[in-house]
């Protein structure tokens, strides 16, 4: 394993933190256009509504299970491949709330009074596109990823597959298991099953390059000094 500098971790972060401000600007796009959840979160309503009904559940809130859900994922991920699990893995489960809230208080004005279901549909698949591509960048930084996007990526490197059809697969399954559980469903989150994955697949070979131009580049300058 090659050894990085601070420097290095360092602008690997930053380009992680810039991913993940573009992917909640997504996130919050899709959010506004109120035509249902995105498939990991119909997974936590399930999971949440499911688990409410349990006597002496303590803490119960659909947040929390999306906390408890995504630590399973990470404690999972320690135990099969602990490699998977670095320190921007943390910061998007840090940051990802805050950035949304942030989004949702400068958009709901414009966004959030739209009644036409066609717009809707645009600004829920604009939400999707952006969503993509801000991902990509929060993968290619390789300095950590969200836990739910993890689960894609690791079955994508096991099995060697492609990661957009893993993608799809996998957003599928968490609807499935969601419905199941009792989660709801919406024409939006169709949309994000079978968007984010092939977009996704798009953006990631354009952002690996960019994103290794300015590494290399820093590599090169803390050499010559």
Not at 154 to 165: H, I, P, Q, T, Y
Not at 168 to 191: A, H, K, N, Q
Request: aromatic residues 8%; glycine residues 10%.
């Amino acid at each position: 394993m090659i050894k990085r500098s601070f420097k290095q971790v360092f602008v690997r972060i930053v380009i992680l933190l810039v991913g993940l401000t573009i992917a909640h600007l997504g996130v919050t796009l899709f959010l506004l256009a109120d035509l249902g959840a995105d498939p990991f979160n119909v997974l936590v309503q399930g999971i949440f509504r499911t688990t409410a009904e349990l006597p002496r559940w303590p803490l119960q809130s659909h947040g929390n299970t999306h906390i408890a859900i995504c630590f399973l994922i990470i404690l999972a991920l320690l135990i099969i491949d602990r490699s998977y699990i670095k320190i921007g893995t943390i910061l998007c489960m840090i940051f990802g709330g805050p950035i949304i809230d942030a989004f949702t208080y400068i958009l709901s004005g414009p966004i959030g009074n739209i009644d036409l279901l066609p717009l809707k549909i645009l600004i829920n698949g604009l939400g999707c596109i952006i969503l993509a591509f801000g991902m990509t960048i929060v993968i290619k930084s390789d300095a950590g990823t969200g836990p739910n996007d993890l689960v894609s990526i690791v079955l994508s490197d096991k099995l060697k597959k492609n990661f957009g059809v893993i993608r799809i697969i996998v957003d599928v399954s968490f609807v499935v298991i969601g419905l199941l559980l009792g989660g709801s469903f919406g024409i939006g989150t169709f949309i994000c099953a079978f968007l984010v994955g092939p977009v996704a697949n798009i953006f990631l070979p354009i952002n690996e390059k960019w994103i290794r131009v300015i590494i290399k580049k820093i590599i090169d300058n803390h050499i010559k000094k």
